[in-house]
């Protein structure tokens, strides 16, 4: 069964905001794809590893000078041509940040998803989705150490009662 992350561990695992990943879900931008909320009240919004990875490139696009609606066209663009889909961390970005462009490493192609610009910037995904995987790899550590803490307070605490009981 695939990891799934709640929209706040995917806040913090990629350093967007919770309005972020609620706009871009709202504008079909990035829906998570284990669980969407459908904008009912109280259902959690469950994203993959693959959706972690998304998020991250999207946000290194914008903070790296692309408009939301430039970004937007391009990964419309990217998953009509399937590039999202199968094999996401082969996939290379370039942008100038006027136009953000597909790099094809086998064929040497530069795609330009917007279909203007020139190259400058490259958002290399397969490094991203190292990164998101060893922060993903220290939170589940963090969580682990966590969830121990707790449950020896709560075998102290049930401990006390016994005692003083």
């Known amino acids: 069964m695939e990891q799934a992350f709640t ?5 913090r ?5 919770h309005h972020q990943l609620r706009y871009w879900d709202r504008v ?3 829906k998570p794809s284990i669980q969407e909320s459908g904008g009912r009240p109280g259902v959690r919004r469950l994203y993959s590893f693959r959706d ?22 391009a990964w419309d663009y990217l998953r009509r041509e399937g590039e ?16 953000i462009f597909r790099v094809s490493s086998d ?3 530069i795609l330009d998803a917007l279909r203007e610009g020139q190259l400058s910037f490259f958002v290399a995904i397969d490094q991203i989705a190292r990164e998101v995987e060893e922060d993903v790899t220290r939170f589940e ?11 020896r307070v709560e075998d102290d605490i049930a401990e006390e009662r016994r005692a003083s009981g």
């Open 28 to 30: 079909g931008l990035m």
């Open 84 to 99: 999202m889909e199968d094999h996401l961390s082969e996939v290379k970005l370039v942008t100038d940040g006027q136009s």
């Open 107 to 109: 064929e040497g192609e």
């Open 13 to 17: 695992l990629t350093n967007c905001t």
């Open 141 to 151: 550590l963090d969580k682990e150490r966590f969830l121990t803490m707790l449950r």
């Open 7 to 11: 929209a706040e561990q995917a806040c």
């Open 52 to 73: 972690l990875v998304a998020l991250r490139v999207i946000r290194s696009l914008l903070d790296n000078g692309m408009s939301l609606q430039r970004v937007r066209r």
